[in-house]
């Protein structure tokens, strides 16, 4: 990537997703929301958003415009539109959150701010979607990475049309019998088009580059990886699209997201297949921590998978499906996010200082601006603490899941505080930190160059 053009924002997307999960995890300890009160309940409603737009969605689109220039080897539409995205994107989440306290009762006010959070989150998507469709576009023929990020953008339009439509219900008066059957049924299909689609399916396209990437792998674009491709586009087809023909013709949408969700459990077996082929193809035998760690979060996807094929079986899915979405949400998502997010922070911070001068002068490697030993231990607490909360979610242990928030937060703030000290170069040796023109890094904003 020597010669790669910076994302400039990238660094404050990560900042406020990082900040969005400290609070999910806080509110998940003060026990706010789910479990204490149900699914629908406008508090969980709260803390879904909080995570989903907050933490993955932020963290995502900072990602996709640092790396998907680097999937199609050509440069970012605009590094000026990422900014007011963030813009747009915060503000939108602000007025989301105050729309759901207002149904909760916590705020008392007039109108009711969803719809206005919904605008707002349209327009900061929009750019989103328009920045990196305008650089996928210019790149076509796209290569297999970039094609899952496409599907993913589009599930991410069709995710926050849901969510409007949601929004415009709860907050306005809506005369449409179409709109009315889809905020009143269509929950299923917003959460498929948003966690199985935009981030999920994101985030397999872009983990394919990096963990050959960083793992020193052969890059895979055979048989397997297109399979994984082709099924996991035709399970959010069936299951969005089916879905939504099958509500609109006020017939059940449930076989819909059944056939979905079975191709997608056969795409997701071949995606670990892939992955697991990678680890043991990889030419890097002793692998760095961001690797070793992103594999706890494959196995938290390959219980997840398991979980649904045995709650099914045991018709329990429907009473248990916040267990499920909580173990994908901070253990498959969030722990590959975590992982993943130790090394980009350290690889572009050293691209920024370093990569300007490199063969002028003597530098440290990408390497040592960490100390994993630090790290280490506190993500296998997050690990586990996510793993045993989501076996006290299953057994309806609410105090215990608490507890296990509560592990959450510590592991997750310790990160934070190391992924700090990677940005200020803090683990650096005082000799070789600052060498000739290299100037300390902002910490939320990206300016490469030795004249900075």
Known sequence: MIGVSLSRWTMAYFAAAIVALLLSEALMVAGYGFPALPVQAPQTLVLVHLVAIGWLSLLLCGALFQFVPVL?????????????????????????????????????????????????????FALVLYNLGRT??????????????AVALVCLAATVAFG?????????????????????????????AGLGGWLTFAAIGVSYRLLAMFMLAPELNGRRPQAVFRLGSAALAVAILGGLASLLCKAPVFPALLIGGALGAVALALYLADAVHLYRARKRRIIELNSRMAALALVSLAASVVLTIV????????????ALVFLVAFGWLGGLGLAKLYKIVAFLTWLECYGPVLGKMATPRVQDLVVEARARRWFVVYYLAVWSATVCLLASQD?????????????????????????????????????????RPHLLICMPGPNR
């Open 72 to 124: 199609v080897a050509r440069s970012l539409y605009s590094n000026t539109l990422p900014f007011p995205a963030l813009l747009f994107l915060l503000a939108g989440l602000g007025a989301l959150l105050i729309g759901f306290l207002q149904l909760a009762g916590t705020i008392d006010f007039a109108p009711s701010l969803l719809p206005y959070g919904a605008i707002l989150l349209a327009i900061g």
């Open 136 to 149: 996928l576009w210019q790149a076509r023929p796209l290569p297999l990475q970039a094609r899952f990020v």
């Open 164 to 192: 409007a439509i949601f929004s415009f219900a709860f907050g306005t008066t809506l005369h449409s019998d179409a709109l009315l059957a889809i905020a009143g049924q269509g929950l299923p299909l917003h959460v498929s």
């Open 311 to 322: 709650l099914l079986a045991l018709g329990r899915l429907t009473q248990q499906v916040g």
């Open 399 to 439: 105090l215990a899941f608490r507890l296990a928030a509560a592990a959450m937060t510590v592991a997750t703030l310790a990160v934070a505080v190391q992924l700090v000290r990677t940005r200020l170069l803090s683990n650096v040796a005082a000799a070789s930190r600052l060498p000739g023109s290299v100037g």
